[in-house]
């Protein structure tokens, strides 16, 4: 059985490797087509082909163009009002006859749409009835009944990676606009920088050192967000302390009665730590654990301060 296994994955590997040769210019033209189109890419199959046109409508909306799916007998029953014209239609079927499929082609043609296949029959109903063809070619199955959608499944994957990935660099798509699509997981946080995360200079009440506590605190109750900290702001606009609710309420639980007459200086934090807006939120975080510290100043290349970042928002509970 590992034999066997093996003998299966360089099999792929192989019909792989002449796709690689067998692409051509039809790529390029359908990617030139999806990029200039105002619509978006609706992608067809049947079967296998409906969860491969899944994953490739997944890639392409990840890396920057817009695609869905759409099933060619739901289409057939009502979701043809999905398409709109200006989409380019990507239509799946390795043996290019799936009669759903050429149903769909025919209804869509009401549309001002680009209708592209992706096959494994260049003289097939779909491949004639198609504006441009991705030819997969005769794809010999894994399977050894020669009958599971195995190696051509995986062909047409691969086949809308390469689209995808053209199309993403075509765009000059970037390492922070993948960042902007995947914000809730862990990739998306590797690539977020300080200032995707930190609370911006326009949220945040900002003082001088001689601004009267009262005044200070005055404006930190007003402030639309009620964050309950305020910036200390010095010479050259760089932040030299932090004045906090917190503080100011454990001053007064410890006895103490504040000045309110007092300049914020007497009564702020000075920072033990500040980050840039362009630092990777790893850095924020090791700094948050260097310093045990709660906040910290954010600042642009200048050193001027553009914000605040919270320890909370840095660092996931353990």
Do not use: Y
């Amino acid at each position: 059985m590992l034999e066997r296994a093996r003998a299966i994955i360089r099999q792929e590997a192989a019909a792989l490797e002449s796709l690689s040769n067998r692409i051509d210019e039809n790529i390029c033209l359908l990617a030139d087509h999806i990029f200039s189109s105002m619509g978006i890419v609706v992608v067809c199959g049947i079967g296998k082909s409906r969860l491969v046109g899944e994953k490739i409508a997944a890639i392409l909306t990840s890396t920057g163009t817009r695609s869905i799916t759409l099933d060619p007998v739901d289409a057939l029953h009502g979701d043809l009002g999905r398409v709109r014209a200006g989409d380019v239609i990507l239509a799946l079927s390795n043996s290019g006859e799936t009669a759903e499929l050429l149903q769909l082609i025919r209804a869509v043609r009401q549309f001002s749409v680009i209708v592209a296949a992706i096959t494994g029959r260049a003289s097939s109903s779909l491949a004639e009835a198609a504006d441009v063809v991705l030819d997969i070619g005769l794809m010999q199955e894994a399977c050894a009944l020669g009958l599971a959608p195995t190696t051509s499944t995986m062909a047409m994957a691969a086949m809308g990676d390469a689209l995808a990935l053209i199309l993403q660099e075509r765009r000059g798509f970037t390492r922070q606009d993948f960042a902007r699509l995947h914000p809730g997981g862990s990739l998306g946080r590797e690539l977020m920088q300080v200032r995707d995360l930190m609370w911006p200079l326009e949220a945040i009440p900002v003082f001088r050192p001689d601004t009267p506590l009262s005044a200070a605190l005055s404006s930190m109750c007003r402030a639309p967000r009620k964050l309950g900290v305020g910036a200390v702001i010095g010479e050259q606009r760089r932040v030299v302390g932090i004045l906090s609710w917190e503080f100011i309420g454990r001053l007064v639980e410890h006895g103490a009665s504040p000045d309110l007459n007092d300049p914020v200086e007497r009564h702020m934090q000075r920072p033990f730590a500040t980050v840039s807006g362009h630092a990777s939120l790893d850095r924020a975080a090791q700094l948050f654990r260097e310093h045990e510290i709660e906040l910290m100043p954010v600042h642009d290349d200048r050193e001027e301060f553009v914000g605040l970042i919270s320890r909370q928002d840095v660092l996931k509970p353990s």
